[in-house]
T-cell receptor
């Protein structure tokens, strides 16, 4: 059974800093992996989807990478802003398995 | 176009009652997923529909939970004899097919007193 882990559980950084969120999964035979953002009391907003044949995807200040062989994905956020504060979730969506998320706080 | 919608947004019920939660997926999305999320946790998979049929219902916790999607569009999650432990946010998502992005609705917050 696929297990998805996100470390750290919480992260606080000053505005402007570049940061990396980590996601690991136990079964490398994945079809795709998706990163989401969740604001308090809200649903999930899709950020990036990486297919298993891809190594990375970029959208604006966000870059997600995928290394299937090591069972890892990272979400890189450049020049963080207070508006980036949220919980970031990764999911092996083809297995319908989510991590518990990383709660990010960007301080002005 | 419209995103995924869920009704009601909040539902408060008493232990032992029956509840129905509704999900309207994005038009044309054949795949529909139900998850539930407890505070501080990631979504937990319940059931996945491909068209009208439940392709994977392995996440349903017990036989009090049932879901239907009779016309391959709207889906209803049904919970019988609710228990306090069923309290959570129930999330619905849809995608063109399993290889595409999942898009989530705002969720239904269920509280069982």
């Amino acid at each position: 059974k696929q297990e998805v882990t996100q470390i750290p559980a919480a992260l606080s950084v000053p505005e402007g800093e570049n940061l990396v969120l980590n996601c690991s999964f136990t079964d490398s035979a994945i079809y795709n992996l998706q990163w989401f953002r969740q604001d308090p009391g809200k649903g999930l907003t899709s950020l990036l989807l990486i297919q298993s044949s891809q190594r990375e995807q970029t959208s604006g200040r966000l870059n997600a990478s995928l290394d299937k062989s090591s069972g890892r994905s990272t979400l890189y956020i450049a020049a963080s802003q207070p508006g980036d504060s949220a919980t970031y979730l990764c999911a092996v969506t083809s297995d319908m398995r989510f991590g518990a998320g990383t709660r990010l706080t960007v301080k002005p | 176009g419209a995103g995924v919608s869920q009704t009601p947004s909040n539902k408060v019920t008493e232990k032992g009652k029956y509840v129905e939660l509704r999900c309207d997926p994005i038009s044309g999305h054949t795949a529909l997923y139900w998850y539930r999320q407890s505070l501080g946790q990631g979504p937990e998979f319940l059931i996945y529909f491909q068209g009208t049929g439940a392709a994977d219902d392995s996440g349903l916790p017990n036989d009090r939970f049932f879901a239907v999607r009779p016309e391959g569009s709207v889906s209803t999650l049904k919970i019988q004899r609710t228990e306090r432990g069923d309290s959570a946010v129930y999330l619905c998502a849809s995608s063109l097919d399993p290889s595409h992005e999942q898009f989530f609705g705002p969720g239904t917050r269920l509280t069982v007193l």
